[in-house]
């Protein structure tokens, strides 16, 4: 049974900090891309960032400089550190396994608000 679970949402002021944990279990983690995807009420869900299983990674211009991505394959974990962060980021992020097939987590709630 295929699980990701993200924890590490929650609310914080604009110019504040989280950081965002995905664990996983039931896939062979390493050989996975994994992604960070959000979803703001009213708009589609789109990519924050991705980590290849080599280790490359991708962001969305409007993240590139604030947020970082990372992978430990030993604890078959991914994250997102999100800096800097600004009302515009308010969204469920969603954590994803990616290999032809993609898996999803339930997704956490990150709300930047004053």
């Known amino acids: 049974q295929v699980q990701l679970v993200e924890s590490g949402g929650g609310l914080v002021q604009p110019g504040g900090s989280l950081r965002l944990s995905c664990a996983t279990s039931?896939?062979?983690?390493?050989?996975?891309?994994m992604g960070w995807y959000r979803q703001a009420p009213g708009k589609q869900r789109e990519l924050v960032a991705t980590?290849?299983?080599?280790?490359?990674?991708k962001y969305a211009d409007s993240v590139k400089g604030r947020f970082t991505i990372s992978r430990d394959n030993a604890k078959k974990s991914v994250y997102l550190q999100m800096n800097s962060l600004k009302p515009e980021d308010t969204a469920v992020y969603y954590c994803?396994?990616?290999?032809?097939?993609?898996?999803w987590g339930q997704g956490t709630q990150v709300t930047v608000s004053s």
């Open positions: 980590v290849t299983s080599g280790g490359s990674r």
């Open positions: 039931g896939i062979s983690f390493s050989i996975y891309a």
């Open positions: 994803n396994a990616d290999r032809g097939y993609s898996y």
